[in-house]
C-alpha cells in the first residue's frame, strides 16, 4: 500500500475454486504492485462452517459467515466478492449494490440477459469488476497494444476456441449441469470467455449464427456450442466452447489475421504471444515467439524478471491491482458489469441463434 491508503474491509461469498483464486489475489495484491487501499480480508462467506474455518485459517480472513444477507449489513465490509455458482450472481450483487458496496462479481454475469440487465443496472451506481481475468494475461494485453498500434492492419479473421474435455467424463456432476444453477453449460461457462477477449481486442460483434450442442445422454447443458460471427469492424469470426475437446484441458486460444499481420496466443502457454509482421521482407517473414515477460511487456515490472515465466494466479492478481488504481484515481475500469452486459447480449444472441437456426443481430 502507498503512504496514506484508506483500509477497505472486504467480504467473498463462495469457498470454491474462485473463492480460492480471489483469496490469494487478495492477499498478493499489494506484495506485486502499489496499492492505493490497505485490503483487509474480513469475512469469507460461504455454507459449509467446518470448510470455511479451515479456509479461513489457510488464506487468511478474519471471520468466517453463512449468512451473505447479514455480511452486507455490517459497516466495515466496503467490498463484496461473489465467486458463488451463476445463479446467485444476480441476487446478492443487486443487494450489495443496493447495500452501497463496491461489487467484484465472476463471470458469466449471469444466467440471462435480463438477470444481467438488471445487475448493471443495480451496479451502475457503485465501483464494479466482473473476473474477467483473462484480459489482464500479459500476451493479451500485449496482443491489444499490436491491435491498437495499427501493426495487424485492417483485420479480417478472429478465430477463437475454449477446448476442455472434463465433461465427457459420464461420472462428471454438480451445478455447472443444472439449467437452473448455471443458466447454460459451454456458452456461458466458456464461451462468455471468448466473447469479452474478442470485443476487448476487436470491437463490437453485431451477427451471429450458432450452434449449441449436448453430446451426454439427458444432459440439460449444452457440452459444445460454434459460432460465426461479424464484428462491426467488418471482420468475420469462429467461435468454439466445448467441454468434448478429448486431448485438451483448458485450451483458451485465438488467431487473429490482418492485412499487415497474425497474432496467435493459447493460455495454455500463456506467457507466450506469436506475432507475424506480414509488411517485414518476404524472405524474412515467419512468426515470431515472443517471450511476453519484459521488458516493456503488460505487468512485466510488477512479476519477476525477464524469462520468469507467471501463471494463472497472477492474472487476477494484476485484474485487482488495476481496479484499486481505477478506484482510487475515479477511473473507468474494464471489464465492468456493462461490459459483462454486452457479453451477455451476444450469449443471448447466440442461444436464440441456436434455437431458430438462423443469424440473429445485435
Ligand atoms: P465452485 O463450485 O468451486 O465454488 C462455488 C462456491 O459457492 C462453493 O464454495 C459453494 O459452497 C458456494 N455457494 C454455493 N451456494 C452458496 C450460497 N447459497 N451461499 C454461499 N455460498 C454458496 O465453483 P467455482 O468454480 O468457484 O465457480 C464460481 C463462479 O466463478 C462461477 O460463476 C463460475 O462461472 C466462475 N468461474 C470463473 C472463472 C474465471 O476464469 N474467471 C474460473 C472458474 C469459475
Ligand atoms: C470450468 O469450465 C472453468 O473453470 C470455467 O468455469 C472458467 O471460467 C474457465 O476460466 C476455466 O474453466
Redo the contacts with the bound molecule.
Keep these: 500500500m502507498k503512504n496514506g491508503g484508506r483500509t477497505l474491509g472486504v467480504a467473498m461469498?463462495?469457498?470454491?475454486?474462485?473463492?480460492r483464486?480471489h483469496s490469494n489475489a487478495f492477499l498478493q495484491v499489494s506484495r506485486f504492485f502499489d496499492t492505493p487501499y490497505d485490503l483487509k480480508m474480513k469475512i469469507v462467506?460461504?455454507?459449509?462452517k467446518t470448510r470455511l474455518e479451515e479456509m479461513a485459517r489457510r488464506w487468511n480472513w478474519d471471520e468466517t459467515a453463512t449468512d451473505?444477507r447479514a455480511v452486507l449489513e455490517r459497516n466495515d465490509v466496503d467490498v463484496v466478492d461473489i465467486?458463488?455458482?451463476?445463479n446467485?450472481?444476480a441476487e446478492m450483487a443487486i443487494a450489495a449494490a443496493s447495500a452501497g458496496k463496491i461489487v467484484l462479481c465472476?463471470?458469466?454475469l449471469a444466467r440471462n440477459l435480463d438477470e444481467a440487465t438488471r445487475m448493471a443496472e443495480a451496479a451502475s451506481k457503485v465501483p464494479n469488476l466482473v473476473?474477467?481475468?483473462?484480459r489482464r494475461v500479459p500476451a493479451i494485453g500485449l496482443a491489444k497494444r499490436i491491435i491498437d498500434e495499427g501493426r495487424l492492419g485492417e483485420i479480417y479473421h478472429y478465430r477463437a476456441n475454449y477446448l476442455q474435455s472434463w465433461g465427457a467424463d459420464p461420472h462428471v456432476s454438480?451445478?455447472r449441469f443444472n439449467p437452473a444453477d448455471a443458466g447454460s453449460g459451454a456458452t456461458g461457462?466458456l464461451l462468455a470467455?471468448l466473447i469479452d477477449t474478442a470485443q476487448m481486442l476487436n470491437g463490437r460483434i453485431t451477427r451471429v449464427c450458432a450452434t449449441m450442442h449436448t453430446f451426454a445422454p439427458g444432459r440439460r447443458v449444452d457440452d459444445a456450442v460454434l459460432a460465426q460471427s461479424y464484428f462491426a469492424n467488418g471482420s468475420v469470426a469462429t467461435f468454439e466452447a466445448s467441454r468434448y475437446a478429448i486431448g485438451l484441458q483448458n485450451h483458451n486460444s485465438f488467431e487473429i489475421h490482418g492485412s499487415k499481420g497474425m497474432l496467435r496466443f493459447n493460455l495454455e502457454d500463456l506467457n507466450r504471444l506469436h506475432f507475424l509482421d506480414a509488411v517485414a521482407p518476404a524472405h524474412l517473414q515467419g512468426a515470431a515467439d515472443i517471450l511476453v515477460t519484459g521488458p516493456d511487456h503488460p505487468y512485466a515490472s510488477h512479476f519477476w524478471p525477464p524469462g520468469h515465466i507467471i501463471g494463472y494466479e497472477h492474472t487476477f492478481i494484476a485484474t485487482l491491482a488495476d481496479f484499486l488504481n481505477a478506484l482510487a484515481k475515479q477511473d473507468s475500469f474494464h471489464a465492468d458489469f456493462r461490459d459483462a452486459l454486452e457479453v451477455q447480449k451476444v450469449l443471448d444472441a447466440v442461444e436464440r441463434s441456436s434455437e431458430q437456426r438462423a443469424w440473429v443481430s445485435l
Design positions: 461469498i463462495g469457498q470454491g475454486f474462485m473463492g483464486a462467506c460461504g455454507r459449509d451473505w465467486a458463488t455458482p451463476n446467485l450472481h465472476e463471470k458469466p473476473w474477467f481475468n483473462y454438480g451445478w461457462d470467455h
